[in-house]
């Protein structure tokens, strides 16, 4: 049986934007999930915002249709319980108007946990954070979470974080980077740092390379007014496949206090070797899908999803990373994602090296090289592949065969979503999975000269069919390397 978790200190968690798609699809499902293992305690009160005028009752409704749809088995009684922790106040943000109802539902509550939650668009952001200032709603105990994106590049993500560094100190701030709240991006540190057996092996002189690939078969469904404007590479890459490199190449840290963590992974984004215009050209690839056949059945493309020709907007990324340091040095890391893929799967790739020599009759068959792989979805888990002799075989034949280590199968438990993790680690001030103001700004360090290179090309992304693994320049890029992207199993 899992534990249970601790239960909350009472608190007040605001949530900006709370009709939008995040709150539906995530916030909403995820908060209801903590409500029948008991985490929610007494005086846990959920207040959504957002413009249009609604009374409790109604966004109450909406709540329980958003949850229905999205959670699979509902304890009765617990939705009801969670449903009676909701009230809704109507704030506009662009006309500031409403403040006051919020200052009145918030009165009397200043010693609890007062949490806002942005789940609007990242314009509101400042103004949200100077209301929240004016009306003297900002206590010792609040906080502030942003989503993504945070900025558009360096200057814009400063700005950012300069207007809501003039309201919430650093430690008040909680920048989500829903793929840090991932159970196996979580396994990722314990796999590395709770055994002795991978740490010797963790660097140049046995890791050959590291492949990162978050695919998806979706396309840009209901928010192509946002992707055209932000691109797989300020949408993904920026974000989700950074952090991931970042867990994967940082130094042990000290411990698990949220700075110690996040010191070491600012030291691996320091240390990306910059872009040149040159590295550009030969190391990134970006595509746009054209119509296909993607999850089960034929899609339009990007241009006339959009309804807009001219858009040069990446839907895919490829990119060889190095980083310079002892530990990685000519260990290249390829990244790639991308929408409308062949399938669903987001994976860490650790490819080991040849073995320097062979004990073995060449009749044995070929020795792979090791290779771990660490499965973030669909179906969670670590594989490592190994070569063991072929059972039944007389003569010493080798072969390959995974350990395999799916977390379902071997703990028969509900993955939590991601957002139940962060939210209520959130709660409880705890920002060892929140990303650093200055992490933010050194990824966008290493962003912006790709942006600012790909803007000067005359010619379109790379076109590739939906359902495929994106255009062949993806493929050369890591086959000149003489390697090949691990794909074997989908
Ligand atoms: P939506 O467009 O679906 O929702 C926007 C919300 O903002 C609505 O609740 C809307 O409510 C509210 N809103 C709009 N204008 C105002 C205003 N003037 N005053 C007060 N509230 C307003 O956005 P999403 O939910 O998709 O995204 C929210 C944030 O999360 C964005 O920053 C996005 O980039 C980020 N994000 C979203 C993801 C997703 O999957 N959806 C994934 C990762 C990040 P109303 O119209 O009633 O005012
Ligand atoms: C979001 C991106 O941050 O992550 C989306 O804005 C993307 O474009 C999503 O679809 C992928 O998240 P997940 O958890 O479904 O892999």
Known sequence: ???????????????????????????????????????????????????????????????????????????????????????????????????????????????????????????????????????????????????????????????????????????????????????????????????????????????????????????????????????????????????????????????????????????????????????????TVRGQYRAGASAGGAVKGYLDELGHPDSHTETFVAAKVDIQSWRWANVPFYLRTGKRLAARVSEITIQFKDLPHSIFLPGAGRIAANKLVIRLQPDEGVKMQVMIKDPGSSSMRLREVPLDMTFAEAFNVRQPDAYERLIMDMIRGNQTLFMRRDEVEAAWKWIDPILEHWSHLKEAPKPYTSGTWGPSASIALIERDGRTWHDESY
């Open 1 to 283: 049986m899992p534990n249970r978790p601790a239960q909350s200190d009472p608190f007040d968690l605001v949530v900006f934007g709370g009709t939008g798609d995040l709150a539906h699809r995530k916030l909403l499902p995820s908060l209801y999930h903590r409500e029948p293992v008991g985490q929610l305690g007494e005086g846990a009160r959920i207040i959504a915002v957002s413009r249009r005028p609604l009374s409790d009752d109604e966004y109450r409704d909406w709540a329980r249709k958003a949850i229905c749809e999205h959670v699979a088995d509902i304890d009765q009684d617990a939705l009801e319980r969670f449903l009676a922790r909701i009230q809704y106040v109507s704030v506009d943000v662009a006309q500031n108007t409403g403040w006051e109802t919020l200052e009145q539902t918030l009165a009397g509550r200043e010693g609890v946990v007062r949490a806002f939650y942005l789940s609007v668009s990242p314009d509101f952001f400042g103004p949200i954070c100077s209301s929240l200032g004016e009306h003297n709603l900002v206590t010792e105990k609040s906080r502030v979470t942003i989503e993504k994106p945070i900025g558009k590049n360096g200057k814009s993500a400063h700005t950012v974080n300069e207007t809501i560094g003039s309201v919430f100190k650093e430690h008040q701030i909680f920048r989500i980077d829903h793929y840090l709240g991932k159970e196996t991006v979580q396994n990722l540190m314990a796999l590395r740092f709770a055994n002795v057996l991978f740490e010797p092996l963790w660097n140049a002189a046995h890791i050959d390379h590291v492949q990162i690939t978050v695919a998806e078969t979706l396309g840009v469904e209901g928010r192509a007014g946002y992707y055209d404007t932000a691109g797989a590479l300020r949408d993904m890459v920026q974000n989700h496949l950074l952090q991931l490199l970042c867990l994967v190449a940082m130094e042990p840290p000290e411990s698990m206090a949220p700075d110690s963590v996040r010191d070491e992974k600012l030291k691996v984004l320091k240390a990306l070797h910059p872009m040149s215009a040159e590295m550009v050209e030969r190391n």
